[in-house]
């Protein structure tokens, strides 16, 4: 499998992603908003995009679809539930579904609410992959999971979903799973943990390292590294349940995981 990490240059700070089949050159292009750099991408690489896979229905992801489905008269692949808000679907998917690329690629999707109702990541394990060249498994998170922050439910969506998310399917992914999203936010999101537990040595000296980077120079971190720099994965941390008990004493009745994260996430709605 190869993967093209594609940058939207806008203001949404957007990441757009090309997998493709090393046998074929077939490609798969993820959320491309920016069509444009998408195609021009994938005539630099001589692959073709056969594919379009949206993550969930904002406009956001979903706005280059029509113009390169002119281009490449690609296929468009969604969540079935969000289809209808989508336009132009092709394939309805859900959790569970299998997406194939040329001949050696086959990404899982996982169905992860929570940022909407219907929102789905795509999931490559080594394992599964025809040939696999001995890669890590990959993660494209779309708005579920960023870089050390999580996705808002602000837009159609429900924290409680979103926990159960976390808790039921990402927790349990392996470690080195390498996580691609829907946009940039590394730093800021690395300042949002260290506001919640000061004493995070890993956040702290990730954030120092990635000051002054642009968006395409930012590292692709893994899971096991996201569990050391997202707070919202330190949800028993003592020091980040201190905190929450001052800043959200009404949601922390119970600190429960729920509850801490839930109260995080309303906490990073205001922050």
């Not at 706005?63 to 296929?75: I, Y």
């Not at 990402?170 to 996580?179: D, I």
């Amino acid at each position: 499998m190869l993967i093209d990490r594609v940058w939207a240059a806008n203001e949404g700070r957007n990441f757009h992603y090309l997998i493709a089949c090393g046998e074929t050159g077939e490609a798969l292009a993820i959320d491309p908003l920016n069509w444009q750099a998408c195609l021009r991408r994938a005539q630099e690489l001589n692959w073709t995009i056969r594919q379009i896979f949206n993550t969930h229905e904002h406009g956001d992801h979903t706005g280059g679809n029509a113009a390169l489905v002119r281009q490449t008269g690609a296929s468009v692949l969604a969540h079935a539930d969000a289809a209808a808000r989508i336009g132009g679907v092709t394939h309805g998917m859900r959790g569970g579904d299998i997406v194939r690329v040329g001949r050696s690629v086959q990404l899982r999707c996982l169905d992860t609410p929570g940022h909407t109702r219907a929102h789905l990541c795509l999931y490559a394990a080594g394992a599964e992959q025809t040939g696999a060249d001995g890669a890590p498994p990959a993660l494209f998170s779309g708005d579920t999971l960023f870089n050390a922050g999580v996705g808002n439910c602000i837009h159609g969506g429900d924290p409680e979903l979103l926990y159960r998310t976390f808790a039921d399917c990402l927790s349990l992914l392996p470690a080195a799973t390498r996580v691609f999203p829907g946009h940039e936010y590394l730093l800021r999101n690395l300042s949002f943990t260290l506001n919640r537990e000061p004493s995070n040595r890993q956040a702290r000296e990730l954030a120092q390292r990635v000051t002054g980077l642009a968006a395409t120079q930012m590292p692709v971190l893994n899971l096991g590294e996201e569990r050391q720099v997202n707070v919202f994965f330190r949800l028993e941390q003592p020091e980040i349940i201190a905190g929450l008990k001052r800043a959200r004493p009404a949601m922390l009745a119970e600190a429960t995981p729920r509850a801490v994260f839930l109260a995080l996430r309303d906490l990073r709605n205001r922050w």
